[in-house]
């Protein structure tokens, strides 16, 4: 869906993004997601950046703690994302379902040997295992839970990778339309 709309008589085209429907500038709906592990371990935190995440996914790791799969659009604008933490296979298969770039740092045996190779796993791999520059350590919490990056650090992750200009390959969320105000049905 595309809109038309008018400020200081500019004519501007807005489309909703395939991620998550908000309406973004033309040329942004479809770019290449980012999806990062993140801890949710009750003594970190807040966490930082799933504010900004476009879907969240949440599922059990083990011993009742959770972890979340935060999916980004890579022009959001984030100085840190994390605690960064490990693959489990079914956050692999819903990071698949976007093609994304897949960062996290080691992981279980099942989701390690299903992201062994990029080519049949359905995801770029950015394992901090054998991908350190794209990473840092927080001295305010223990290891392992101190690991971030940010979408700074993705974006040239995606740039070294030669994935920055290209678009996703997922199909985008169908969205319903809202009617217009004259539109919608009054109450009696």
Same mark, same amino acid.
């Given at each position: 869906?595309?809109?038309? %709309?008018?400020?200081?008589?500019?004519?501007?085209?807005?489309?909703?993004?395939?991620?998550?429907? &908000?309406?973004?500038?033309?040329?942004?709906?479809?770019?290449?997601?980012?999806?990062?592990?993140?801890?949710?371990?009750?003594?970190?935190?807040?966490?930082?950046? +799933?504010?900004?995440?476009?879907? &969240?996914?949440?599922?059990?790791?083990? /011993? /009742?703690?959770?972890? =979340?799969?935060?999916?980004?659009?890579?022009?959001? #604008?984030?100085?840190?994302?994390?605690?960064?933490?490990?693959?489990?296979? !079914?956050?692999?298969? %819903?990071?698949?379902? !976007?093609?994304? +770039?897949? &960062? !996290? #740092?080691? /992981?279980?045996?099942?989701?390690?040997?299903?992201?062994?190779?990029?080519?049949?796993?359905? #995801?770029?791999?950015?394992?901090?295992?054998?991908?350190?520059? !794209?990473? %840092?350590?927080?001295?305010? =919490?223990?290891?392992?839970?101190?690991?971030?990056?940010?979408?700074?650090?993705?974006?040239?992750?995606?740039?070294?990778?030669?994935?920055?200009?290209?678009?996703?390959? =997922?199909?985008? %969320?169908?969205?319903?339309?809202? +009617?217009?105000?004259?539109?919608?049905?009054?109450?009696?």
């Amino acid at each position: 869906e595309t809109v038309q %709309w008018n400020i200081n008589s500019e004519q501007t085209s807005e489309m909703r993004r395939f991620l998550d429907g &908000v309406m973004v500038p033309a040329g942004k709906e479809n770019l290449f997601p980012i999806g990062v592990m993140i801890e949710n371990l009750v003594t970190v935190r807040p966490q930082a950046g +799933l504010q900004k995440a476009s879907v &969240v996914y949440e599922a059990l790791a083990e /011993g /009742g703690i959770t972890r =979340f799969l935060a999916v980004y659009s890579s022009d959001v #604008v984030l100085d840190e994302i994390g605690p960064v933490r490990s693959a489990r296979p !079914y956050f692999v298969d %819903w990071a698949k379902e !976007y093609g994304a +770039l897949y &960062v !996290y #740092v080691g /992981g279980s045996p099942q989701a390690l040997s299903a992201l062994r190779d990029d080519a049949t796993s359905g #995801v770029v791999n950015l394992d901090q295992m054998t991908a350190s520059p !794209y990473f %840092w350590r927080k001295k305010e =919490f223990a290891a392992p839970h101190n690991l971030f990056t940010s979408s700074k650090l993705l974006v040239f992750a995606l740039h070294d990778r030669d994935l920055l200009e290209k678009p996703g390959i =997922f199909a985008p %969320w169908k969205f319903i339309i809202p +009617l217009k105000k004259e539109e919608r049905p009054t109450e009696e």
